[in-house]
């Protein structure tokens, strides 16, 4: 009796894994490599730069469904972004969270109890079917919000529909997780950019350029944040690329609302109070509580954009 009760617990403490089903296995293989705890430190510090107010009160009580399944690279900042949308949501009263890493809650069912989709680094989603694809599509096109952090950028290539919303497609990233970056605001005023303070500036992350059969581009996409070509460090670092790279846009779909950003490669971006703001302003727009002008930039009316101060 002893030893069939150590059993139990033994069960009890650790998840079985299925292994009938090998998607399922090889993430949970990946999570347990790649995902470590969190410091106490580190949880101090997310908590403390998370903004305490919104921008708009929410127009009724809001529900973000946070996904971080990856099927490609997984990056260690999922736990810290998690923490973070959930610090986002109890500290400023704007929305409650669920976090989830299986696609069964791509159902037109399931996604009725949410006002959005936060895509937390996914890579290479790979559906148990068309029909979950679907479901994110009518999801947006009927009024709902759709949020990217990051590699959310880096999915869809078996879907062009959920592609295609998103904006574009990773193409690697010339400007790596080891550098200090320059970003201009395309639209200094936009109110999602309100974080800045209508300045350029510095940040230290990995940045990505798009594949351009697949970018959506200014005449879809209301540009916020870009690299700051003007300054060598940045511009050096390609020969024959892009002059101008996007780092983070919204658009319409639909009645829907996308916000996407591709700052949050490294963890320390989960913990600098403006990138908080600056995705916190980006969650209300898609739940459709903070208005935004969503007019693509190259048929927009806007001011010239705030460059990058000289590098400190």
Known sequence: MQKLLCFVLLLAAFPVTSF?????????QKKAKTFKPITVEQQKAIAQAAPAKTAVEPKQPRRVLVFYRCEGFVHSSIPHCNLAIEQLGKKSGAFEVDLA???????????KKYDAILLN????LRFDSPAQANAIMDFVANGKGIVGIHA???????YPQC?????????????GAGGTWAFKLDDPDHVLNQAFEGNGFWHQDEIYQYNPETYQGPKVLRLLVSLDMSKDEVSGRINDGPREVAVSWLRTAGEGRLFYTNFGHREETFANPKMLKHMLDGIQYALGDLPAD??????SSQKQPALAPAKP
């Open 20 to 28: 009938a089903d090998g998607k399922t296995d090889a993430w949970e």
């Open 101 to 111: 890493d299986t696609y069964d809650v791509f159902t037109e069912e399931n996604l």
């Open 121 to 124: 680094n996914t890579t290479r």
């Open 152 to 158: 959310a950028s880096d999915n869809f290539d078996m």
């Open 163 to 175: 592609r295609d919303l998103i904006g574009g497609i990773f193409a690697g990233h010339p400007w």
């Open 294 to 299: 969503a007019t693509p930039t190259a048929t």
